[in-house]
Structures are given as structure tokens and as C-alpha cells.
């Protein structure tokens, strides 16, 4: 069953004729081919490749250093590509910039504001930078900022200047929206606010490439996801995609009585349980990593069975973005442990 | 209570489509007045909702000309009002003032990332700066009538000469410490350093530049120096259009200057203009290297 957001996109592909003319352009909304990006001699950007289709929902998710903001920033066209290409909307952000700008909203992760003037002062400037600017009371109403539309700039809490960035972003009523990290600092009701407004945006035909730390909010929104650690894309596609062959866990109590020798060991790759609480051999959780949840549980019942023991507490869950972007951030620290072994080594011999 | 929120954003509305000519086809010359009115009305909004600007822009040159000039009054140099004479010196240095007060704003809006939200939108460069100059530049005008008109009517000081003269002047004078602070503004690293860059330059101009003694009472060999610094060609400059003398080798207690013809008033003034011009260029070209939208990455 559609995710009620997904039916709101079908019902305005078929329905609104403005996003229907802006769909029918070939080009994507985002095409971002061999993208490298140097800090001096450090390659924050080493070599992603990604398409974004226009109206969908794109997440960069990664830990901090992992390259989101760089590449983000370059399809904004705040820096040139270092090597590689990067069309949005069919043009080069960074030498067509006016142009591109014109039709694209930008959230960056930190933006100042001018903490002089207030919440509808601040609007109101913005409007006159941006062409076809939408009404300021209407915006505000959007990001549930009406009601401190008279505050300083400088007395608004953390997550009401995101609201306000979030504002300032859609003032124009972009194609195309980049939010870097747009949800940090809010409350959680803010957060599910914004989700509700990008959900919005999106059934509206907007396309939204956003980064982010939190895990929920791109499995939540995201069409598609692709995860950088170290500059690279270490897995894109849909959630599914992603999560798909990351296995499941399978957890249970052991039962009275049992040791660990007496836990059965299940076909590769789940192989032998990892073992948790108790002591002295006497375990009191068993946790299986299966690959197919149907014959791991079959051959668990049949031990249960044999034993005639009972699998009390038993749980069965599939990867979350959460299990997979740990693991690939372990990986990459890994190879980064290495990669310092390996320079420490040629230190050594020089 | 979730659902009090997003009141009116049920219908998020997207530009209309594009009919045949987008908005983004609307004459480029109206477009960019726009973009230009927008900077300057933004500019000219903070300036005065700032204390310290407020301060250093606009109050400090009219109150120090109030102190200094005016026990000037009965005196005179150069066979013009000393008050006059000094005043002029006090316009000039507003300039410097102005100077200050931009390089603290473009750096501390550096440093706060305003600046490179600004650079996300599709305003031009250009108009970022042209605005900004120009909310100074009213406010220099301000203090031009102001400190003007008390010289005037307070000190009996003669009206101007040359307005034109005066006017060009005055011009050329507040772009060269517009666009210096500009560059400058790329070699300082951050807010809190922007005094440390900003101060000695203001201390230069106040006391090297002629603003309330002459050229002639500094030590010998400073004078050359001091005359080819910005501030200076321009006071002078300032002062032949003010009242139609020959400026430059005015001293206390020496004769009182030729009075100058309109061409010769231009002709007297062309050097200090061409320096001017030249300090203009140099800090073109220092900003088209040095300047910064963003504060720099570690």
C-alpha cells in the first residue's frame, strides 16, 4: 500500500498541469558524474556518481566529514567541481549560477541571518532578491513562523532560525530544493512539521535532495538514499535496495538450564549465535545475524523441539538504514585505520 | 495540536507556470534595479539598527567636528574660516568612518555566513556591493549637509565654491575607501580582528592626512608620504571645491592662498584626483583577488 505521500504525488502528476509541463524535460533534475573536490591536497570528494529524477526525494546520508556538504555545495554552485561534471537542471550550477539560482531553493546547514532586523523583515528583504516571491504571511504560516513574525533575528531559538532558513528557502517556490541537515536543533514537533512541508513540496512536483544525520527522517521521506563515508558512495538506492541482503537478527532468551555449547549452531552464514548477560557459560541472550529469516527460524523450532525447550521473548528484525550505515561507517573507519597503519609503515622506512 | 501548525500550508503553491514570458524574461535592466534597491534598503536598515554603526558612521565625525572645529571659529588659515577650513578635514575623514564601519559589516557578515546566503540567491555580485555602498554613501551625504551647514551657518564659513568640484570629490573619495575596505576586508581574518586592521587606518587618516592641521605642520620628510596617501589628495581636493583656493602648501601662520578660477580650481585639484583614481584601481584589483564570501575552511 502507497505511503499517503506517494499518493499525493500520483494524484498531482495526473492532476497538475504545471508539474506535468516541468516533467516532461528530459534532462534530471540532478546529474552528478565523477565529482572529486579538494581541500588543498585532501580529497573530501573522491570520485560520486548519482542521478536525481525530477520530483523525487533524494537523501546523502554520512558522518560527519563524509563529503555531503562539498558535493552539496557544488551542486549548488557555491564551488566549481574540482574534476568530474555536475548539471542541475540541465545547466552548470556554478557558471550559470543567476540562472540556476532563480529556479532552486538552498537550506544550507548554517546561514546567517542579520540579527537586526526581524522574522517579516528578514522575508521581506529576501523577497526582493528572488523573482516570482511567494506572499511573506504565507510562508511564514508554512514553516509556523506567523506567529513571531515581529522577533529579532537574533532572539530566535535554534530551531526557529532552521524554520526561518527553511522559509528563505522555498520563498521562490522551487523545482528543485537542497536542505543540508534541515532538521537539526528542532524539536520533535518541528521535525514532523518539516517532514509534513517537504511531504508537501514533493506532491507538488518539487524535488528535494536533502542530507541528514538522522536515519528515521530519510527512511521516512526519502525516494532514494545513498550513504558516503570517506568521500564515496558505499550504497545508493531505495531504502529497500539498501537494506535488502543486510540479513535480519534473531534474538531470544536462552532458556533455563541450557550452556552455551548447548545452543545450536544454524547453516551459514548465521553460523554461531553471539551470546550476551549471564555468566560463567550460562548465557542469557543468544542473537543469530541470519541472511533468510524462514529457514534460520525452521531450524531453530526443530532444535527447540529436540530439546523440548521454549524459545521465550523471540524477535525477528530486519536491518534498518541505522544497521547498515553503522556498519558501512565501521567499515570506512576500518580502512582508515589501515590507511594510517600503512602511512605510519612508510614513515617508518623513510 | 500538531495539526494547529502548517495552518495555511496545506496548499503549498509553486510559481505559475511558466507562461511565455517567465519572469525570468522580465527586462534585466529592471531586474537589477530591483536586486540593487533590495541591497540598498538592507543595508541602509541595519546601519541604523546598530548601535556601533550608528556610532562610528555617522555620530563620531560630526561630533569631533563639533569639538575641534568650533573653537577654530575666529581664526583663520590659508586666508579662509579655520572652522571652515577644518571642517572639510571632518567630511573627509566621515569617509574613513564609513570605511571602518563597511569593512566591520562585510567581515563580521562574512564570518556569520549572511554573506554567502546572499550568494545563494540569484543577486549578483555587483549588486551586493553597489548596495551596500550606496546605503554609506547616504549617510555620508547626511553628514555632508550637516557638518556643511553648521560651517556655514555657525562658523560663517563661506558657501561652496565649486559644487561640482566638491561634489566629484566627495564621489571619488568615498568609493576609494568604499572599495579599499573591500580589499582589506579579505586580509582580515576575522571580526574580531577587523579593529585591529580597521584602527590603525582610521588613526592614520586622522592625524596624517591634513583632517584638522595642515600637511605643512607634519615632520618634513612625512609630507610626501602623507600626500600620496588616499585621504589626503582628497581633502584637498574637498577644500579647493569648498572655496575656490589653490590647497596643498597651507600652513598656520603663512599668507593667505590665490583664489582660483573654476578651470584652474580643476586644474589644482586634477593631481589629488588621479591618486585617488589610482588607490581606486589598486583596491579593485586587490578585492578581485582577495575577497571572500565564505569565512575560511580550516
Known amino acids: ?208 535532495v536533502l542530507t541528514t544525520h538522522y536515519l528515521e527522517e530519510a527512511q521516512q521521506l526519502a525516494d532514494r538514499v545513498a550513504i558516503m563515508t570517506r568521500g564515496r558512495i558505499a550504497a545508493a538506492g531505495t531504502v529497500a535496495d539498501v537494506l535488502s541482503g543486510r540479513g535480519a537478527t534473531i534474538t531470544f532468551r536462552v532458556p533455563a538450564g541450557l550452556r552455551a555449547d548447548d545452543l545450536p549452531a544454524l547453516p551459514a552464514p548465521g553460523g554461531a549465535p553471539a551470546l550476551t548477560g549471564g555468566d560463567q557459560g550460562v548465557p542469557r541472550t543468544a542473537t543469530y545475524a541470519v541472511d533468510r529469516t524462514g529457514p534460520a527460524l525452521a531450524a531453530l523450532h526443530r532444535w527447540a523441539a529436540g530439546r523440548d525447550v521454549e524459545l521465550d521473548g523471540i524477535e525477528v528484525r530486519t536491518a534498518s538504514l541505522e544497521d547498515v550505515f553503522l556498519a558501512l561507517a565501521e567499515e570506512g573507519g576500518t580502512a582508515r585505520a589501515e590507511q594510517t597503519e600503512q602511512a605510519g609503515r612508510k614513515a617508518g622506512i623513510r | 495540536m500538531t495539526d494547529t501548525h502548517l495552518r495555511a500550508g496545506g496548499a503549498v503553491r509553486r510559481r505559475p507556470a511558466p507562461t511565455a514570458p517567465d519572469a525570468a524574461a522580465a527586462p534585466s535592466r529592471i531586474r537589477a534595479l530591483g536586486y540593487f534597491r533590495g541591497q540598498f534598503l538592507l543595508s541602509w536598515r541595519v546601519f541604523w539598527r546598530n548601535r556601533r554603526s550608528t556610532f562610528i558612521g555617522f555620530l563620531l565625525p560630526v561630533l569631533l567636528d563639533l569639538v575641534v572645529a568650533a573653537p577654530l571659529r575666529d581664526r583663520t588659515i590659508g586666508g579662509v574660516n579655520a572652522a571652515g577650513y577644518t571642517t572639510i578635514g571632518f567630511i573627509g575623514l566621515a569617509m574613513v568612518t564609513s570605511f571602518v564601519n563597511l569593512l566591520t559589516a562585510v567581515v563580521s557578515r562574512r564570518d556569520e555566513l549572511v554573506l554567502k546566503r546572499l550568494r545563494g540567491t ?174 575560511r575552511r580550516d
Not at chain 1, 511573506?136 to 535554534?158: C, H, K
Not at chain 1, 528563505?168 to 543540508?180: Q, R
Open chain 1, 1 to 208: 500500500m502507497p505511503r499517503a505521500p506517494e499518493f499525493l504525488h500520483s494524484v498531482f502528476m495526473r492532476e497538475n498541469p504545471t508539474f506535468r509541463q516541468k516533467d516532461r524535460s528530459t534532462s534530471p533534475a540532478v546529474d552528478v558524474r565523477e565529482l572529486q573536490q579538494f581541500y588543498g591536497t585532501y580529497e573530501a570528494v573522491r570520485g560520486v556518481s548519482f542521478t536525481v529524477a525530477r520530483g523525487e526525494l533524494f537523501a546523502l546520508l554520512g558522518t560527519n566529514g563524509a563529503g555531503k556538504t562539498t558535493t552539496l555545495e557544488v551542486m549548488e554552485g557555491y564551488r566549481a567541481p574540482g574534476a568530474g561534471t555536475v548539471r542541475v537542471l540541465g545547466l552548470d550550477p556554478y557558471r550559470d549560477g543567476p540562472q540556476v539560482r532563480r529556479r532552486i531553493g538552498v537550506m544550507l546547514q548554517e546561514g546567517g541571518f542579520f540579527p537586526e532586523l526581524t522574522v517579516r523583515e528578514t522575508v521581506d528583504c529576501w523577497r526582493g532578491f528572488i523573482s516570482g516571491a511567494r506572499r511573506t504571511r504565507e510562508v511564514l504560516d508554512q514553516v509556523d513562523l506567523a506567529g513571531r513574525a515581529g522577533v529579532r533575528v537574533g532572539q530566535l531559538s535554534g530551531g526557529e532560525r532552521r524554520r526561518l532558513d527553511l522559509a528563505l528557502a522555498v520563498l521562490n517556490g522551487p523545482e528543485l530544493l537542497f536542505l543540508d541537515e534541515p532538521t537539526t536543533g528542532m524539536d520533535p514537533e518541528a521535525r514532523r512539521n518539516t517532514w509534513r512541508l517537504v511531504e508537501e513540496l514533493r506532491a507538488n512536483g518539487t524535488t528535494v
Open chain 2, 122 to 295: 540569484e543577486v549578483p555580485p555587483w549588486a551586493v556591493f553597489a548596495g551596500q555602498l550606496a546605503g554609506g554613501a547616504v549617510v555620508l551625504l547626511i553628514q555632508t549637509v550637516i557638518l556643511g551647514g553648521v560651517s556655514v551657518v555657525w562658523f560663517h564659513a563661506p558657501p561652496p565654491a565649486d559644487p561640482v568640484l566638491f561634489l566629484v570629490a566627495l564621489a571619488a573619495g568615498y568609493l576609494v575607501f568604499g572599495l579599499l575596505a573591500l580589499a582589506l576586508s579579505g586580509f582580515t581574518p576575522g571580526t574580531e580582528t577587523a579593529p585591529l586592521v580597521a584602527t590603525p587606518v582610521l588613526l592614520l587618516c586622522m592625524f596624517g592626512a591634513g583632517v584638522f592641521t595642515p600637511l605643512q605642520s607634519l615632520p618634513g620628510p612625512l609630507r610626501p608620504l602623507a600626500a600620496d596617501l588616499p585621504l589626503a589628495p582628497v581633502i584637498k581636493a574637498l577644500r579647493t571645491g569648498w572655496f575656490g583656493r589653490g590647497f596643498g602648501h597651507e600652513t598656520w601662520d603663512g599668507a593667505a592662498l590665490h583664489r582660483l578660477g573654476v578651470l584652474d580650481g580643476w586644474q589644482s585639484a586634477g593631481p589629488s584626483l588621479l591618486i585617488t583614481a589610482a588607490w581606486a584601481a589598486a583596491a579593485v584589483m586587490v578585492t578581485r583577488r582577495r575577497f571572500r564570501w565564505e569565512p
